[in-house]
C-alpha cells in the first residue's frame, strides 16, 4: 500500500480513468462526464497512482450542504481484492477539506463485491430508489454512513 499514492483526478488522468470506467460499470460515464464533474462545486474526485505512475483506482465525491455523494468507486481489474479501496478510501475522505455529517451512495443488488466493501467501510443499508439503473431497471439499494459530531471521522 506505501507504493500507492493518492492525488487529485485532473484532466490529464481523464483518459485512464474512462478506460477503468468501460470496464468497471454497465453504463460508464464517458470523457465529458469526468471533465464537467472535475469543474463542478463541490465535487472531489481522487486517483490512486503506483510509483511507476499507473493509475489504478479513482473515488468522485460531491458535496452538497453537509451531505457527501459517493459517485464513483473503481478499482482497475488486476488490483482487485487486495484492501485497496477500503484502505483508500477513508483516505479520500480526509483529504475533501469541508466537513459533512453525513455520506451516501447507490449499489447495484447484484454487486456483491461493492457491497460488501461498502458495509465493511461501516455504511449500511438505508433503504432503496426502484428503478434507478435504466439499463436495467434493477432498483439501487442506498446505503449511508453518520459521521459523528457533525464532521468526519479521521
Ligand atoms: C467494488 C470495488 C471498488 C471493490 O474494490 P476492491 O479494492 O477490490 O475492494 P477491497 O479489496 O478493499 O475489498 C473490500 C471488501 O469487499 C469484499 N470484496 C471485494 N471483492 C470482492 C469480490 N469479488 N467478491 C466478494 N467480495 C468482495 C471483501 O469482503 C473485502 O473485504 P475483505 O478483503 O476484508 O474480505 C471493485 O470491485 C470495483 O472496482 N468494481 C467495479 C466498479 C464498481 O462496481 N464500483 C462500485 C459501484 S457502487
Known amino acids: 500500500m506505501s507504493q500507492i499514492q493518492i492525488m487529485p483526478m485532473t484532466a490529464n488522468d481523464i483518459n485512464d480513468v474512462v478506460a477503468i470506467e468501460r470496464g468497471a460499470f454497465k453504463n460508464p460515464w464517458g470523457t465529458l462526464a469526468f471533465i464537467n464533474e472535475l469543474a463542478c462545486n463541490g465535487a472531489y474526485s481522487f486517483v490512486l497512482k503506483t510509483r511507476q505512475q499507473q493509475l489504478i483506482a479513482y473515488f468522485c465525491f ?33 483529504a475533501i477539506p469541508e ?56
Open 62 to 94: 460531491r458535496l452538497i450542504l453537509h451531505e457527501l455523494h459517493v459517485l464513483k468507486v473503481a478499482v482497475t481489474d488486476e488490483y482487485r481484492n487486495k484492501g485497496i479501496a477500503s484502505h483508500f478510501f477513508n483516505r479520500c475522505l480526509n
Open 99 to 154: 466537513a459533512f455529517d453525513f455520506a451516501f451512495l447507490e449499489v447495484r443488488p447484484s454487486n456483491i463485491a461493492a457491497i460488501r466493501l461498502y458495509e465493511k467501510i461501516g455504511f449500511s443499508v438505508m433503504g432503496k430508489r426502484p428503478r434507478y439503473y435504466s439499463d436495467t431497471d434493477e432498483d439501487a439499494i442506498m446505503m449511508g454512513k453518520i459521521f459523528k459530531g457533525g464532521s468526519y471521522e479521521r
